[in-house]
Protein backbone atom coordinates (compact mmCIF):
# COMPACT_ATOMS: atom_id res chain seq x y z
CA UNK A 1 0.00 0.00 0.00
CA UNK A 2 1.34 3.46 -0.54
CA UNK A 3 2.87 5.13 2.28
CA UNK A 4 4.20 8.76 3.14
CA UNK A 5 6.56 8.90 5.95
CA UNK A 6 7.76 12.46 7.60
CA UNK A 7 10.92 12.04 9.67
CA UNK A 8 9.97 12.00 13.16
CA UNK A 9 6.24 13.79 14.60
CA UNK A 10 8.92 16.65 16.07
CA UNK A 11 12.05 18.14 15.85
CA UNK A 12 14.01 20.70 18.10
CA UNK A 13 16.58 23.18 16.84
CA UNK A 14 18.23 26.05 18.21
CA UNK A 15 17.78 29.58 16.44
CA UNK A 16 20.24 30.07 13.52
CA UNK A 17 20.47 26.47 12.25
CA UNK A 18 19.66 24.78 9.50
CA UNK A 19 16.36 22.53 9.85
CA UNK A 20 16.08 19.82 7.63
CA UNK A 21 12.75 17.80 7.32
CA UNK A 22 12.39 14.20 5.15
CA UNK A 23 9.62 12.84 3.20
CA UNK A 24 9.98 9.47 2.07
CA UNK A 25 7.09 7.15 -0.05
CA UNK A 26 6.98 3.99 -0.87
CA UNK A 27 4.46 2.48 -4.08
CA UNK A 28 4.20 5.30 -5.30
CA UNK A 29 5.11 7.84 -8.27
CA UNK A 30 4.42 11.17 -7.67
CA UNK A 31 4.72 13.48 -10.89
CA UNK A 32 5.09 16.40 -8.44
CA UNK A 33 5.67 17.06 -4.22
CA UNK A 34 4.54 19.89 -2.53
CA UNK A 35 5.54 21.27 0.74
CA UNK A 36 3.08 23.26 3.34
CA UNK A 37 2.83 24.97 6.63
CA UNK A 38 0.21 24.60 9.40
CA UNK A 39 -0.21 26.30 12.04
CA UNK A 40 -2.49 24.79 15.17
CA UNK A 41 -5.99 25.47 14.71
CA UNK A 42 -5.35 26.90 10.78
CA UNK A 43 -5.35 25.22 7.44
CA UNK A 44 -2.04 24.34 5.60
CA UNK A 45 -0.36 27.20 3.61
CA UNK A 46 1.41 26.54 0.62
CA UNK A 47 5.04 26.62 0.28
CA UNK A 48 6.95 25.13 -2.98
CA UNK A 49 6.12 22.32 -5.44
CA UNK A 50 8.79 20.70 -7.25
CA UNK A 51 8.46 18.57 -10.68
CA UNK A 52 9.47 15.00 -10.66
CA UNK A 53 11.94 16.35 -13.39
CA UNK A 54 13.19 18.96 -10.90
CA UNK A 55 16.23 18.03 -8.44
CA UNK A 56 15.84 21.26 -6.48
CA UNK A 57 13.76 24.48 -5.83
CA UNK A 58 14.52 27.55 -3.76
CA UNK A 59 12.30 30.01 -2.54
CA UNK A 60 13.68 32.65 0.21
CA UNK A 61 15.19 30.23 3.23
CA UNK A 62 13.85 27.49 1.83
CA UNK A 63 15.44 24.98 -0.18
CA UNK A 64 13.02 21.85 -1.31
CA UNK A 65 14.94 18.66 -3.15
CA UNK A 66 13.47 15.42 -4.72
CA UNK A 67 15.13 12.50 -5.38
CA UNK A 68 12.60 9.96 -7.26
CA UNK A 69 15.91 7.60 -6.76
CA UNK A 70 15.26 7.11 -3.02
CA UNK A 71 11.60 8.03 -3.01
CA UNK A 72 12.72 11.20 -0.67
CA UNK A 73 12.07 14.72 -0.61
CA UNK A 74 14.10 17.27 2.08
CA UNK A 75 12.93 20.47 2.75
CA UNK A 76 15.44 22.97 4.10
CA UNK A 77 15.00 26.14 6.21
CA UNK A 78 18.33 28.13 6.50
CA UNK A 79 19.05 30.18 9.18
CA UNK A 80 15.62 29.54 10.81
CA UNK A 81 13.85 31.83 12.92
CA UNK A 82 11.22 31.16 16.30
CA UNK A 83 8.60 32.05 13.90
CA UNK A 84 9.44 29.14 11.52
CA UNK A 85 7.79 26.76 14.49
CA UNK A 86 5.16 25.23 13.30
CA UNK A 87 3.97 21.71 11.60
CA UNK A 88 5.34 21.48 8.16
CA UNK A 89 3.35 18.52 6.21
CA UNK A 90 4.81 17.13 2.28
CA UNK A 91 1.85 16.56 0.06
CA UNK A 92 2.36 14.32 -3.46
CA UNK A 93 0.42 14.24 -6.03
CA UNK A 94 0.23 13.22 -9.80
CA UNK A 95 -1.56 15.15 -12.81
CA UNK A 96 -4.93 14.31 -13.78
CA UNK A 97 -5.74 13.27 -10.33
CA UNK A 98 -6.79 15.77 -7.59
CA UNK A 99 -6.36 13.28 -4.63
CA UNK A 100 -3.49 14.51 -3.30
CA UNK A 101 -1.81 12.14 -0.33
CA UNK A 102 -0.34 14.43 2.75
CA UNK A 103 2.20 13.00 5.32
CA UNK A 104 1.40 13.46 8.93
CA UNK A 105 3.68 15.93 8.97
CA UNK A 106 6.26 17.08 11.40
CA UNK A 107 6.49 19.79 13.99
CA UNK A 108 9.51 21.98 14.31
CA UNK A 109 10.11 24.16 17.06
CA UNK A 110 13.09 26.83 16.62
CA UNK A 111 14.03 27.95 20.30
CA UNK A 112 15.63 31.37 20.50
CA UNK B 1 -9.59 39.34 -1.39
CA UNK B 2 -10.90 37.40 1.44
CA UNK B 3 -9.17 34.22 0.79
CA UNK B 4 -10.80 30.42 1.14
CA UNK B 5 -13.62 31.27 4.27
CA UNK B 6 -15.28 28.82 6.22
CA UNK B 7 -18.12 28.74 8.38
CA UNK B 8 -18.81 27.86 11.70
CA UNK B 9 -15.40 27.85 12.79
CA UNK B 10 -16.19 24.72 15.70
CA UNK B 11 -19.40 22.76 15.85
CA UNK B 12 -20.47 20.06 18.28
CA UNK B 13 -22.44 17.35 17.55
CA UNK B 14 -23.95 14.07 18.90
CA UNK B 15 -23.63 10.57 17.42
CA UNK B 16 -26.39 10.04 14.47
CA UNK B 17 -26.74 13.99 13.40
CA UNK B 18 -26.42 15.27 10.61
CA UNK B 19 -24.12 18.48 9.74
CA UNK B 20 -23.44 20.53 6.82
CA UNK B 21 -20.01 22.97 6.71
CA UNK B 22 -19.53 25.73 4.28
CA UNK B 23 -16.88 27.38 1.98
CA UNK B 24 -16.44 30.30 -0.27
CA UNK B 25 -13.70 29.66 -2.79
CA UNK B 26 -11.03 32.78 -3.69
CA UNK B 27 -11.88 35.20 -5.83
CA UNK B 28 -11.27 33.73 -9.07
CA UNK B 29 -11.23 29.95 -8.40
CA UNK B 30 -13.77 27.29 -9.38
CA UNK B 31 -12.60 24.27 -8.38
CA UNK B 32 -12.78 23.29 -3.96
CA UNK B 33 -11.92 20.39 -2.12
CA UNK B 34 -12.75 19.02 0.66
CA UNK B 35 -10.37 17.31 3.24
CA UNK B 36 -10.24 15.32 6.59
CA UNK B 37 -7.71 16.06 8.85
CA UNK B 38 -7.66 14.05 11.87
CA UNK B 39 -5.47 15.34 15.27
CA UNK B 40 -1.74 14.25 14.36
CA UNK B 41 -2.40 13.29 10.71
CA UNK B 42 -2.45 14.84 7.11
CA UNK B 43 -5.55 15.84 5.11
CA UNK B 44 -6.92 12.80 3.70
CA UNK B 45 -8.68 13.94 0.27
CA UNK B 46 -12.78 13.68 0.66
CA UNK B 47 -13.52 15.20 -2.61
CA UNK B 48 -13.31 17.90 -5.21
CA UNK B 49 -15.68 19.55 -6.69
CA UNK B 50 -15.88 21.54 -9.86
CA UNK B 51 -18.63 23.29 -12.54
CA UNK B 52 -21.13 22.26 -9.88
CA UNK B 53 -20.07 18.33 -10.01
CA UNK B 54 -18.15 16.35 -8.12
CA UNK B 55 -15.50 15.59 -10.24
CA UNK B 56 -13.31 13.21 -8.04
CA UNK B 57 -13.83 11.17 -4.78
CA UNK B 58 -11.67 9.57 -2.08
CA UNK B 59 -11.95 6.70 -0.03
CA UNK B 60 -14.70 8.43 2.21
CA UNK B 61 -18.59 6.47 2.64
CA UNK B 62 -21.62 7.97 1.01
CA UNK B 63 -22.20 9.48 3.98
CA UNK B 64 -20.37 12.53 3.02
CA UNK B 65 -21.68 14.61 0.02
CA UNK B 66 -21.01 17.70 -1.13
CA UNK B 67 -22.80 20.12 -3.48
CA UNK B 68 -21.24 23.28 -5.33
CA UNK B 69 -23.13 26.03 -5.88
CA UNK B 70 -22.94 28.41 -9.05
CA UNK B 71 -21.23 31.15 -7.18
CA UNK B 72 -18.42 28.34 -6.97
CA UNK B 73 -19.01 27.95 -3.04
CA UNK B 74 -19.60 24.84 -1.95
CA UNK B 75 -21.05 22.21 1.39
CA UNK B 76 -19.78 19.69 2.61
CA UNK B 77 -22.87 17.18 4.28
CA UNK B 78 -22.32 14.10 7.09
CA UNK B 79 -25.02 11.94 7.94
CA UNK B 80 -25.59 9.43 10.61
CA UNK B 81 -22.24 11.03 12.01
CA UNK B 82 -19.89 9.09 14.12
CA UNK B 83 -17.62 9.51 16.64
CA UNK B 84 -14.92 8.93 14.22
CA UNK B 85 -15.91 11.93 11.83
CA UNK B 86 -14.68 14.39 14.71
CA UNK B 87 -12.22 16.06 12.79
CA UNK B 88 -10.66 19.16 11.42
CA UNK B 89 -12.51 20.30 7.95
CA UNK B 90 -10.54 21.81 5.23
CA UNK B 91 -11.90 23.40 2.11
CA UNK B 92 -9.38 24.07 -0.46
CA UNK B 93 -9.63 26.03 -3.54
CA UNK B 94 -7.39 25.92 -6.50
CA UNK B 95 -5.65 27.77 -9.47
CA UNK B 96 -2.50 27.29 -9.92
CA UNK B 97 -2.03 26.25 -6.30
CA UNK B 98 -4.29 25.00 -3.54
CA UNK B 99 -5.29 27.69 -0.74
CA UNK B 100 -6.91 26.16 2.39
CA UNK B 101 -9.16 27.55 4.38
CA UNK B 102 -9.05 27.74 7.95
CA UNK B 103 -10.71 24.85 8.82
CA UNK B 104 -14.50 23.56 10.50
CA UNK B 105 -13.33 21.39 13.74
CA UNK B 106 -16.23 18.84 14.66
CA UNK B 107 -16.46 17.60 17.38
CA UNK B 108 -18.51 14.29 17.78
CA UNK B 109 -19.80 13.03 21.21
Avoid at chain 2, 12 to 31: A, E, N, Y
Avoid at chain 2, 62 to 74: E, I, K, V
Avoid at chain 2, 82 to 109: E, H, K, M, N
Wanted: charge should be neutral; aromatic fraction near 10%; charged fraction near 20%.
Amino acid sequence: SQKIEQNSEALNIQEGKTATLTCNYTNYSPAYLQWYRQDPGRGPVFLLLIRENEKEKRKERLKVTFDTTLKQSLFHITASQPADSATYLCALGVYNNNDMRFGAGTRLTVKP
Amino acid sequence: DAGVTQSPTHLIKTRGQQVTLRCSPKSGHDTVSWYQQALGQGPQFIFQYYEEEERQRGNFPDRFSGHQFPNYSSELNVNALLLGDSALYLCASSGDTQYFGPGTRLTVL
